[in-house]
């Protein structure tokens, strides 16, 4: 008993022991969670998002095109997501496919094509293979291409950037590591993936860019919270993407999890919402959960970095800036007045002035007239963005004025040509204005002046038509700037693209390239893409569109295409396009710099539209063959001869054929003259024809076969009675007769029984006697019997 009392003791100071401690870790874990330690704590990102752009607003633009992303920076997202995957040529391309079905319709992969071999985009991409949310559209196919990431980062700056690497492939992450860094864009990008082994390689690659957890690491951090470990355990992710709509979701909704979470300085986004079922559901639980926290935070008088109302006054402060700055164009076009542009304009001056022509030797990249070249075209491209820019400053200020302008006159040089000659005396100055007739079509002026009478804009204030005239003057500069670029390249295209040049000429091939941005650029991109580069709208108005010519860029308005007739100008542009794809290809790797290959590719599309336009081949005319005398060899012989007699003329038609002479003939018809039966009538008019005589080689005759089956029938039948005729065994017939009544015969009994009859009649019949007998019948004498 004593030994009980004592093991009792033991047992109880044992549990007391284990409660204490479970009781003080759970009271540890506790204020852990509501308080991170420090040690724990991320650094805090350099942007917060709160309205992402997936795949760079897919349900608005084609998705993961830089038009897409263009277009939610300009809607003032806080952050763009996209995908990314390499080529062949190990460049970094912005889909979120590899395989180009779904998004292109192509059955191929992007990492087994060149970049100048991917296609465009097709319109109305859906979301995933079962999804029946489209995208969005274009009709532009420039604005479909797949963009370079280099090229979204350099357009989209300062925008956050969510980079999520597709596939396992350490080129792809160190390519897309090399180009974060020489973008600089380490401090305004987090990449990432749901597989754990390429967070792991990103974060090696460069330890700057933030991190996105990966699914394993969402894993383990739910089941860190429910154990209590999570506030002492450090992270080096700093962003968590939440899928809505999952039970990974649901282990998620938990309010101490996300306060713990953003105390420790991480981030949580919620993807992704497409449906407003998804929307409803989405705000029904998280978004309120997370509402609800807020206040509860503002209840306890935290100060949180997510206070509703704080966000609320300086998003509506950022909005009353943003509107005093952008009084001024300036204040969103700053390349015309940059560093850049004026540098590279000096430059080109001072080239243009210098009417020696540098000849280039040795590794032509290198030289500096090929530099001031490369950089020419880059700056065109520049120049054509920032166009765009300045027309919709001037557009959304103009509009106050005339708001129906933008819609007539599409163009962006066009509009501010046209706003600048307007002004505010719109009705006045639309009519009978010849030198807006110098930038617009006729029937385009017409329209505007009709429209001007009707229009329901104000009048705008000197300071805002001050502001407007402003941005057209500086549209118009750039555009000077552009077409100076354009004369200088065109001065040098013999050093740059000598085979492009041989083809289109100086003025076309130096525009083709300040279009696409260089002479490389250009070689990468497809025959149908060149075809189209340089291609205006045009606004119909309701007039014809007969003489609207859609997809035809600069390639078709060249003298070289323009001297064939209309109707083969199509097809004479696309045989230009293919051939300037290639020469453009053989000046971008420097082959051939004395233009032999686009010489050699120029007579072979002369040599083709020589071949178009020869006229057709002259019909031959056969001659008759030549007549012989002699009788031709026919074939002949006794079985030929009985054919013919038997195929030949009958007498009668003989006869018929025959007329007498000098006598009027009766025709059949008794109507007019026609045919008539000849001689074949005995007498005069209304007489009878003679009887003809059977020619015995002419007449019908039946093979030997049809003869015997004839005559099997009859002899089987007999002749045809009202009571025996030549029909099936199914069939009966039934007659009335004097002698018997009514009778039913069968055809096919009847013919039985006769059967029978013949074979009976010999030896087997009813009244048949013996013949013969040999051996003598016993206690018969004579020899004779019957």
């Known amino acids: 008993l004593k030994f009980s009392t004592n093991h009792l003791n033991t047992m109880d100071a044992f549990w007391l022991v284990v409660a204490t401690i479970v009781v003080i870790y759970i009271l540890l874990c506790a204020y852990a969670i509501k308080n991170p330690p420090k040690y724990v704590k991320l650094k805090s990102p350099a942007f917060k998002a709160r309205i992402i752009a997936h795949r760079g607003g ?24 996209l995908d990314v995957h390499i080529t062949k040529d190990e460049q970094v391309v912005v889909c979120h496919d590899d395989h180009l079905l779904r998004v292109a319709g192509v059955d191929s992969y992007i990492s087994k094509l060149n970049y100048n071999e991917l296609p465009f985009l097709k319109n109305n991409i859906p979301l995933d293979e079962h999804s029946e949310v489209a995208g969005g559209s274009t009709q532009n196919p420039m604005d479909r291409r797949i963009p370079l990431l280099e090229e ?29 860094s020489t973008s600089k864009r380490e401090n305004s990008v987090a990449w990432g993936n749901f597989d754990e082994k ?32 999570l506030p002492f355990i450090p992270l080096k992710e700093n962003f968590l993407e939440l899928p809505v709509l999952t039970t990974l979701y649901k282990l998620l909704l938990n309010p101490l999890l996300f306060k713990h979470l953003k105390k420790r300085g991480m981030q949580i986004f919620l993807w992704v919402l497409n449906t ?21 935070d503002l209840e306890e008088g935290e100060d949180d970095d997510y206070n509703v109302v704080e966000e609320a006054a300086q998003v509506e402060e950022k909005e009353t800036r943003a509107k005093g700055i952008y009084n001024r164009v300036t204040a969103v076009a700053h390349l015309l007045h940059s560093d ?10 001072d080239r243009i002035e210098n009417s020696h022509l540098t000849t280039i030797s040795g590794p032509v990249e290198s030289h500096p007239e090929y530099l001031l ?31 129906e302008l933008e819609s007539l006159v599409p163009m962006p040089m066009e509009y501010v040509a046209c706003v600048k000659e307007l002004g505010n005396d719109i009705l006045d100055k639309a009519k009978h ?76 091939a130096a525009k083709l390239m300040g279009t696409a941005g260089g002479i490389t650029q250009l070689s990468k991109i497809p025959a149908c893409n060149v075809l189209i580069l340089g291609s205006q709208k045009r606004m119909l108005s309701g007039f014809s569109s007969t003489t609207i010519l859609p997809h035809t860029g600069y390639i078709y308005y060249t003298p070289l295409v323009q001297s064939l007739p209309a109707d083969l100008r199509r097809k004479a542009a696309r045989l230009v396009a293919a051939k300037c794809t290639l020469a453009a290809r053989i000046d971008s790797v420097h082959s051939h710099s004395d233009g032999s290959a686009g010489l050699k590719l120029a007579e072979e599309v002369r040599s083709k539209f020589e071949k178009w336009q020869e006229p057709p081949p002259k019909k031959l005319i056969k001659p008759l063959s030549k007549p012989l005398d002699q009788a031709s060899k026919k074939r002949g012989g006794r079985r030929i001869r009985k054919m013919k007699e038997r195929l030949g003329l009958t007498e009668l038609r003989r006869k018929a054929n025959r007329m007498n002479f ?37 007449r019908a005759r039946m093979s030997k076969t049809l003869q015997r089956n004839m005559q099997k029938q009859q002899s089987a039948f007999g002749s045809v009675t009202s009571v025996r005729r030549q029909l099936a065994g199914t069939i009966s017939t039934v007659t009335f007769t004097p002698v018997q009544g009514l009778e039913i015969v069968n055809p096919q009994a009847a013919e039985k029984d006769k059967s029978a009859e013949s074979t009976n009649a010999k030896y087997f019949r009813e009244d048949a006697e013996f013949i013969k007998v040999e051996t003598p019948i016993p206690g018969h004498h004579n020899n004779q019997s019957k």
């Open 276 to 296: 407003p079922e998804e929307f409803e559901h989405a705000f029904r639980n998280l978004i309120m959960s997370l509402a609800e926290e807020l206040l509860a």
């Open 152 to 180: 979204v980062l350099k357009q989209t700056y300062p925008i956050p950037v969510n980079i999520d690497i597709k596939i396992n492939n350490d080129k792809l992450i160190e390519k897309t590591a090399e180009i974060v």
């Open 662 to 698: 000098g006598q009027i003939e009766e025709d059949i018809l008794q109507e007019h003259m026609g045919f008539s039966l000849g001689q074949a009538k005995s007498g005069g008019p209304g007489g009878r024809l003679r009887t003809p005589q059977v020619d015995q080689k002419s």
């Open 340 to 349: 850049h542009f004026q540098g590279i304009m000096q430059r080109i001056t």
């Open 58 to 81: 897919a349900g608005e633009h084609v998705e993961n095109t830089l038009s897409a992303m263009l277009l939610a920076v300009e809607k003032k997202v806080d952050m763009l997501e």
């Open 373 to 403: 070249i490369v950089d020419a075209n880059g700056l065109a491209a520049e120049i054509d963005n920032e166009i765009a820019v300045v027309h919709k400053f001037v557009r959304d200020k103009y509009a106050k004025r005339f708001p």
């Open 433 to 508: 204005n010849e030198q807006l007739q110098n930038i617009l079509l006729p029937s385009t002026v017409i329209v505007i002046s009709v429209t001007a009478s009707t229009t329901q804009g104000e009048c705008l204030t000197d300071e805002e038509l001050a502001v407007v005239m402003e941005g057209c003057e500086m549209a118009i500069q750039l555009n000077d700037a552009k077409l100076k670029i354009y004369q200088f390249v065109e001065s040098r295209m013999h050093c740059i693209a000598p085979n492009l040049s041989v083809i289109l000429g100086p003025e076309i």
């Open 198 to 229: 390429i967070v792991r390689k990103l974060h090696k690659a460069n330890q700057n860019v933030d991190l996105i957890c990966s699914t394993r690491t969402v894993l383990k951090i739910i089941f860190l919270f429910y154990i209590g470990l």
